[in-house]
Nanobody, 116 residues
Framework: QVQLVESGGGLVQAGGSLRLSCAAS????????MGWFRQAPGKERECVAS????????AYADSVKGRFTLSRDTAKNTVYLQMNSLTVEDSAVYYC?????????WGQGTLVTVSA
């Protein structure tokens, strides 16, 4: 199975920025899309951004559009999530995966905590 390792989370004040990274074990997957997902306590996991691995075409959830930017480095098999203008509502554990996600590929995620 594909192995994914997220990093870059931490504590940040509202209005601040954070850049997440996701290192993948390969670049041949069952889906051409990679995505960033987040899950806050008591809430379902949701996809906030996705990118077509080959073309770089991106799509964003309305909740993060204009604030988050998803990019990838194909040579490094790495995807990034630049998060700006963070709000308390962005606090969650962030994961990367294919989009649609592969069940066995979920990693431990990286925790993002935004303080007021």
């Amino acid at each position: 199975q594909v192995q994914l390792v997220e990093s870059g989370g931490g504590l940040v004040q509202a209005g601040g920025s954070l850049r997440l990274s996701c290192a993948a074990s390969g670049r041949t997957f069952s889906s051409p899309f990679m995505g960033w997902f987040r899950q806050a306590p008591g809430k379902e996991r949701e996809c906030v951004a996705s990118i077509h691995w080959l073309t770089g075409l991106t799509a964003y959830a309305d909740s993060v559009k204009g604030r988050f930017t998803l990019s990838r480095d194909t040579a490094k098999n790495t995807v990034y999530l630049q998060m700006n203008s963070l709000t308390v509502e962005d606090s969650a554990v962030y994961y990367c995966n294919l989009q649609p996600p592969i069940r066995d590929a979920w990693g431990q995620g990286t925790l993002v905590t935004v303080s007021a």
